[in-house]
Each structure stands twice: as structure tokens, then as C-alpha cells.
């Protein structure tokens, strides 16, 4: 049974950074692409980035591109999200999603249950 | 980026009903690459469709998806008690992936 569980959420300054980590069992994880979507209350989800199965390609939201970076560790079998120059507009619930394919094909056939990121002073 | 409207924003229907839910894209989507979520309070999202037709493993046949490169709808032919939630198109044809606002079907 596959099973996505993120953590590292949190309260966090305007200017701030926050690391969320995401660990998945029960597929082979370096075979899939994974992605982070967010959703912030009263909005629809909104995709942030992606990463291959290999960790070679990563693709990112305008919106975050600079100032987050996705990576993964496939000894660990986890995704990370590394967010700096975090805004009040990046408050939400960060999902990682697993993708269907190995590359580019932002389908999301699993969800996390999502962890909490508020930025706020 | 292209842009994906839901309608309506709430449904109102009883068990046993058919709920019909529209997703309108501003442009053409990619080999109809469009998919629908079911997303309950608490609970990770799910997936229903994809490729705007093909239900996901483990999905009652009581859900089904039609439509164009541009609009497609999501029925649900029966409502069971355990399909009351919010429902979200996704676009993953064209770059970046997007979502629509969400179709909320509440019990009346």
C-alpha cells in the first residue's frame, strides 16, 4: 500500500525558511516522479514543484521558482521542499503527490495528508 | 498557464441522485490530459479520473468522465452518502499542471 507522509510544517516569519520532507513506502520510489501542491484555505490546489525519478530534472511554479528547491534522497525514500524568502501569500497545506511516470506527467495517483505551513508575523 | 473554471461552486443533492459537475479550460488541453479529485476534510485527495475518461484503480464504476480537449464533466450516476465532498479538476497536458476551484456536493 503506498503511503506519503510529510512533516516539517510550521509557523515561520516573512523572510523565513522551512524545510518539509515527505517519506513514502510501499512503492519503488526512484521509478516515479513526485511533486509538492499546496492549497491555501478557500482555493484550489495549486502545483509548486516536481522532480524525476532520478532527481535529475526539476520543475518548479513561477510563483516559488528561486526562492524554492525540491530534492529527494531515493536511498531514503524521501522528498524534500526547501522553502526560503517564505511569503504571507505561501501559507497553506503542502502535499507531496506521487506521479504516475518517472518524468513529466504531473498526474497525481497519490496524496499525502498534507502538513501545515503558516507564515505570518 | 491555462486556467481551469468549475461549475457550479456548490451542488445540492440527496442520496441517490446524479450529480453532473463542468470543468471549463481556457485553452485546448494536450491529448485530453485532464483529471478529476475527490478531496474529503482529513483525508489525503483522491484520484478519480484520467485522461478526461479512465477511472483510477479501485473507483465505482458509478463515477465516470466525458468530455473535450477543452470541457469535461464528472458524473456521478448515483450519490452515496460517502461521495459528499469537494471535487477538483487538474489539468496535466500543458505546463505547469493546474487546477480548478472546486465543485463542493453537499447533501440538501
Known amino acids: 500500500e503506498v503511503h506519503l507522509s510529510e512533516s516539517g510544517g510550521g509557523f515561520v516569519q516573512p523572510g523565513g525558511s522551512l524545510r518539509l520532507s515527505c517519506a513514502a513506502s510501499?512503492?519503488?520510489?526512484?521509478?516515479?516522479?513526485m511533486s509538492w501542491v499546496r492549497q491555501s484555505p478557500g482555493k484550489g490546489p495549486e502545483w509548486v514543484a516536481g522532480?524525476?525519478?532520478?532527481?535529475?530534472?526539476?520543475y518548479y511554479a513561477d510563483s516559488v521558482r528561486g526562492r524554492f528547491t525540491i530534492s529527494r534522497d531515493n536511498s531514503k525514500n524521501t522528498l524534500f521542499l526547501q522553502m526560503s524568502s517564505l511569503r504571507a501569500e505561501d501559507t497553506a497545506v503542502y502535499y507531496c503527490?506521487?506521479?504516475?511516470?518517472?518524468?513529466?506527467?504531473?498526474?497525481?495517483?497519490?496524496w499525502g495528508q498534507g502538513v501545515l505551513v503558516i507564515v505570518s508575523t | 498557464e491555462t486556467v481551469l473554471k468549475q461549475s457550479p461552486d456548490t451542488l445540492s443533492l440527496s442520496p441517490g441522485e446524479r450529480a453532473t459537475l463542468s470543468c471549463r479550460a481556457s485553452e485546448s488541453v494536450r491529448s485530453r490530459y485532464l483529471a478529476w479529485y475527490q478531496d474529503k476534510p482529513g483525508q489525503a485527495p483522491r484520484l478519480l479520473i484520467y485522461g478526461a475518461s479512465s477511472r483510477a484503480t479501485g473507483i465505482p464504476d458509478r463515477f465516470s468522465g466525458g468530455g473535450s480537449e477543452t470541457d469535461v464533466t464528472l458524473t456521478i450516476s448515483r450519490l452515496e452518502p460517502e461521495d459528499f465532498a469537494v471535487y477538483y479538476c487538474q489539468q496535466y497536458g500543458n505546463s505547469p499542471p493546474t487546477f480548478g476551484g472546486g465543485t463542493r456536493v453537499e447533501i440538501k
Open positions: 503527490a506521487k506521479e504516475v511516470e518517472y518524468i513529466g506527467s504531473p498526474l497525481f495517483e497519490y
Open positions: 510501499g512503492f519503488n520510489f526512484n521509478l516515479y516522479g
Open positions: 522532480i524525476d525519478g532520478g532527481g535529475d530534472n526539476t
